[in-house]
């Protein structure tokens, strides 16, 4: 069955970085490129960045350009998001979920807070 | 960016109701729009894709509609497990913008 595993919560001080990694199983991993998803507290969903597995190409949001990468292990079928210069803003749950379009899996999701 | 505005906000509804919830594209994005279900606490959900086609194993009470601008998910005969909140996101050009999403609360 489609999985996709995430690491654990993260406490990071404002200007600091964090790297959020997301395990998927059960499928092809190169069939299906992989998206990030925010959800501040209280909140919406937010698109962040999507990564096509294959071509080891990403397109981020603009807002977050400059700040955030992903990046991946093929060999591992692992995707990587690193967010930097942390703000209090940036405190949310955040997502990985499989799909060339829509997402149609999704990981349980990690929470990052940013507090000093 | 293309804005996705959903309607309304809210809605309280009884079990059994068929409800309707309105999501419109600041611009034309065919038929790139999925809609998610999420409970508290929980990742969201995937229901529908293409505007109107539904994910493998759902059932058929969720239904998706509409092309262009103007979108459509209704939810028929309503459980109690079917509270949620429901947001669409168009797929159409990035970034991917998802509505501001629709809290169904019970009546």
């Known amino acids: 069955q489609v999985q996709l595993e995430q690491s654990g919560a993260e406490v990071k001080k404002p200007g600091a970085s964090v790297k959020v990694s997301c395990k998927a199983s059960?499928?092809?991993?190169?069939?299906?490129?992989i998206h990030w998803v925010r959800q501040a507290p209280g909140q919406g969903l937010e698109w962040m960045a999507i990564?096509?597995?294959?071509?080891?190409?990403?397109t981020y949001a603009q807002r977050l350009q400059g700040r955030i990468s992903v990046t991946t292990d093929t060999s591992t079928g692992t995707v990587y998001m690193e967010l930097s210069s942390l703000k209090s803003e940036d405190t949310a749950v955040y997502y990985c979920?499989?799909?060339?379009?829509?997402?149609?899996?999704w990981g349980q999701g990690t929470l990052v807070t940013v507090s000093s | 960016d293309i804005q996705m505005t959903q309607s309304p906000p809210s809605l309280s509804a009884s079990v059994g109701d068929r409800v309707t919830i309105t999501c419109r594209a600041s611009?034309?994005?065919?038929?790139?729009l999925a809609w998610f279900q999420q409970k508290p606490g929980k990742a969201p959900k995937s229901l529908i894709y293409?505007?109107?086609s539904l994910q493998s194993g759902l059932p058929s009470k969720f239904s998706g509609s509409g092309s262009g601008t103007d979108f459509t998910l209704t939810i028929s005969s309503l459980q109690p497990e079917d509270f949620a909140t429901y947001y669409c996101?168009?797929?159409?050009?990035?970034?991917?913008?998802f509505g501001q999403g629709t809290k169904l609360e019970i009546k």
């Open positions: 059960g499928y092809t991993f190169t069939s299906y490129y």
């Open positions: 979920a499989r799909g060339t379009g829509s997402p149609d899996y």
């Open positions: 611009q034309g994005i065919t038929h790139y």
């Open positions: 293409a505007a109107s």
């Open positions: 996101q168009q797929y159409d050009s990035y970034p991917y913008t």
């Open positions: 990564l096509n597995p294959t071509h080891d190409s990403t």
